[in-house]
């Protein structure tokens, strides 16, 4: 399961109590191992995820989320290396059972690849380490190759027939480039798995969201794989399908507005809310930081709530005085979102879904209502 730390598996941060009672009812149903993510890697709500899973049977995977390069000249900036062996350092002394590095957007190079899983394989030598990435640029396969040779002892990939571009590096491009192929793995079983899923994709292409080729310009707007079909099938439906430059451009300006944040759900549809406000009224980058205290610009929720802090706070601290300037007055949350909260009573509102809908009401209804 993809645990988002304090967000669970929503859009917004839960109280303490309701986390606890999700992962340990998950554990229950069947779930074995939780991938803890959170969308700014802010480590409280990290803790709060790791733990909850180690309260269970369950196996606690702590992800960092990668973001800016490495290799560059500059070592990545503020997010360079040593900014990831220390969130490493803190979720493994926090008891975490693997470290896993989630490159949301495929911006994990070749060579950044191996900066980071041979320091991370120097510095926890006994710790599994799990790599993921998506293919937009086309590196993903040359990256994972890197990541096996520095140590990595998973990387993600996928079927040939699904892989690519904003999915996973295929999975027959990177067992083939390995040194020594593994004597287990047989290629015509693969062939079969590839014919077979290249029907199923014939028979949902009026699905397919138009992505047919690798775009290393993803070096640049940094937008998560996922959300990228998702943006474009929105600018789309939106009208917007010929400004698709002008939304991504204006993506990689929201980001720097925000302050140059990790980009994973939700933290990337904060950027993303931005974006497309920028495009449908023809802002840009000066005009957002000029009007953030005027009455005039109407920021999306998600943007507000961002800058309240409700889903942590990002490194570097929130972008000012553009944060003071938007919210005009509005509460801050310090910490983590939830944590000085009472908690939900479960028991009343079980009791209140019980006499509204029957008996029939369990407790993972009753998370469902809580989530």
């Given amino acids: 399961m993809l645990l988002r730390g304090a967000n669970g598996v929503g859009y917004t941060s839960y109280l303490t109590n309701v986390v606890y009672e999700f992962v340990k009812q998950s554990s229950e149903?069947?779930?074995?191992?939780f991938r803890v993510?959170?969308?700014?890697?802010?480590?409280?709500?990290?803790l709060l995820g790791i733990d909850a899973v180690r309260q269970t049977k369950g196996v606690a995977e702590a992800a960092i989320c990668y973001t800016g390069d490495l290799s560059a000249p500059n070592g990545g900036g503020k997010y360079n290396l040593d900014y990831y062996l220390r969130l490493a350092q803190v979720?493994?002394?926090?008891?975490?059972?693997?470290?896993?590095?989630?490159?949301?957007?495929?911006?994990l190079k070749p060579a950044a690849a191996t900066t980071l899983i041979t320091a991370l394989r120097r510095e926890f030598p006994d710790t599994p380490i799990h790599v993921h990435t998506h293919d937009t640029a086309g590196t993903g396969v040359t990256s994972m190759i890197a990541c096996y040779l520095a140590g990595a002892d998973i990387v993600d990939v996928a079927t040939d027939a699904m892989s690519g571009v904003t999915s996973q590096p295929s999975m027959g491009a990177v067992l083939n480039s390995l040194p020594t192929p593994s004597s287990d793995f047989d290629q015509n079983k693969l062939f079969e798995i590839n014919n077979y899923w290249e029907q199923v994709r014939q028979l949902y292409r009026c699905f397919d969201p138009?992505?047919?080729?690798?775009?290393s310009e993803v070096y640049k707007h940094e937008i998560p794989g996922g959300q990228y079909t998702n943006m474009l099938f929105q600018a789309q439906s939106l009208g917007l399908g010929s400004e698709w430059k002008r939304v991504k451009e204006a993506y990689t300006e929201a980001n720097e507005i925000l302050g140059d944040i990790v980009k994973v759900t939700p933290s990337s549809k904060v950027v993303g809310?931005?974006?497309?406000?920028?495009?449908?009224?023809?802002?840009?980058?000066?005009d957002v930081l000029t009007k953030a205290d005027s009455d005039s610009l109407n920021l999306p929720t998600s943007v507000i709530q961002y800058l309240q802090g409700y889903l942590g706070t990002p490194k570097g601290g929130f972008p000012e005085p553009f944060r003071t300037n938007a919210l005009k007055g509005k509460p801050l949350v310090t910490g983590r979102?939830?944590?000085?909260?009472?908690?939900l009573?479960?028991?009343?509102?079980?009791?209140?879904?019980?006499?509204?809908?029957?008996?029939?009401?369990?407790?993972r209804d009753v998370m469902s209502y809580a989530m």
Avoid at 96 to 107: C, N, R
Wanted: aromatic share 6%; no cysteine; hydrophobic share 45%.
């Fill in 337 to 343: 979102p939830g944590a000085s909260l009472e908690p």
């Fill in 345 to 363: 009573d479960l028991v009343q509102i079980k009791k209140e879904l019980v006499e509204r809908y029957g008996s029939w009401i369990g407790d």
């Fill in 37 to 46: 993510f959170d969308s700014l890697n802010f480590v409280d709500n990290m």
């Fill in 29 to 33: 149903a069947g779930v074995d191992i």
């Fill in 273 to 286: 809310d931005l974006a497309q406000v920028m495009v449908s009224n023809k802002m840009s980058k000066e």
């Fill in 210 to 215: 138009g992505t047919q080729a690798t775009n």
């Fill in 91 to 107: 979720f493994v002394e926090a008891g975490a059972h693997i470290l896993a590095v989630k490159d949301m957007a495929g911006l």
